[in-house]
């Protein structure tokens, strides 16, 4: 009906020229809803967040747009993006959110990329009122924190160190080695690992931190291969994901299973240790093309518009769940945020992840494990969200 309305005005512009002294209203096109953001384009934060958040934003956008805007409690409005790269910066991008719910006073805001600037900024929302659904947010701290404003849209350590540790149980390991990334999300998620562990007869054999921009991961995983684990957990993100694959591969490092994330889920992954030599791999992931009719008109669309680029099979589904339920809250309750906010907490959401509500400020998603098989990043554990069985036993690297 909006659309039909905005073609009938556009036909009969020249009619509405003579009438406009009495009706201008006839003449003014909507003003845009403006949605501002910080990303990093730069630095070692680009990876990730130019893999599973801005291209979803573009694409959001530009859908929304072609649609006529986004609905704002049922009239169309063009969606204008205000955005700048944080360079990886954590005061770039605390300075960005605060201009531009400061003094630009956009109308929405969507979320920077990771832990670190999601646990910065998230304060800072809540203090100015606006509603952030954070796709790449991994940290039971800024969950606990319970701030009204922020949203989880991803699962939190526990219950993804916890679904690993559960299926590893299910399949008789005995030992584990970890390595993990020293910085909020390493720590966070290595604390929920140890934890997980405690109630089990595995035991691990080692427990090693590196720091963030590591170059060199071959003498730690030479000391984890001569203690021969049945399985090897890397708590890393995705420049160190690649490096420790392709190191383990060098020195002949197989265990039976090899799990490290984030960037597993990346067609960067696959393409770098080529199809064959991802095979077998596990990481985090909870979604793929097979999860939903509408995962698979989101894939293909995001692998049509990018050149053949797919979105990851994690943190891109939960980016692309957030969207839809911030479209939907603004088509119900208009662009007050103190209502959009309430919506999202009180109501169930139909996603491309299936249906969806916050416990407090967490997704109801459980923990997942994803692996690499045929090409295909399946989701293995657990069996009632498996796409695919899970293979136990890793095939040498190629």
Known sequence: MVQQTKRTILKGTAAAVGAATF????????????VGYAI????????????????????????????????????RRPIELVSSDDRSDLETCVRSYEKLMGSDKVDLILPPWGSNANFAVAPLCNRYGYP????TALS?????????YFFSLLQQPDKMMGALVDMLVANHVKTVAIIYMDDLFGLENFAALNLALKGTSIQVVERKGYPLGVKDLSPV????????????????YPPDTILASKQAKEIGFNPKFFYASVGTAFQLY?????PEGAEGVMGMGSWNSKTSAGAK?????????YGGKEPDRWASGHCWAGLEILTAA?????????????????????????????????????????????????????????????????????
Request: charged residues 20%.
């Open 40 to 75: 990093a384009r730069t630095g070692p934060w680009a990876g990730g967040a130019q893999v599973s958040q801005e291209p979803n934003f573009l694409m959001w956008a530009e859908q929304q747009n072609a649609a006529g805007g986004l609905d704002v409690k049922g009239v």
């Open 221 to 236: 995983l030479r000391g984890i291969k001569d203690q021969n684990p049945d399985a090897f957990i890397g708590i890393t």
């Open 132 to 135: 952030m659904l954070a796709p």
């Open 270 to 274: 696959k393409n770098v240790m080529t």
């Open 23 to 34: 009706a201008p209203h006839l003449l003014a096109a909507p003003a845009p809803v403006r």
């Open 330 to 398: 603004v088509g119900k309750v208009g662009l007050d945020r103190k209502a959009i906010r309430d919506y999202v907490a009180k109501n169930e959401h139909q996603t491309i992840l299936g249906k969806v509500h916050f416990e407090g400020s967490e997704i109801s998603v459980p923990g997942t494990v994803g692996q690499w098989q045929h090409g295909e990043f399946e989701i293995v554990w657990p069996a009632r969200m498996a796409t695919a069985k899970l293979n136990p036993n890793k095939p040498a690297w190629k």
């Open 297 to 305: 008109a989101y894939f293909d669309a995001h692998t049509k518009k």
């Open 140 to 148: 039971r701290k800024l969950v606990d924190m319970r701030l009204p």
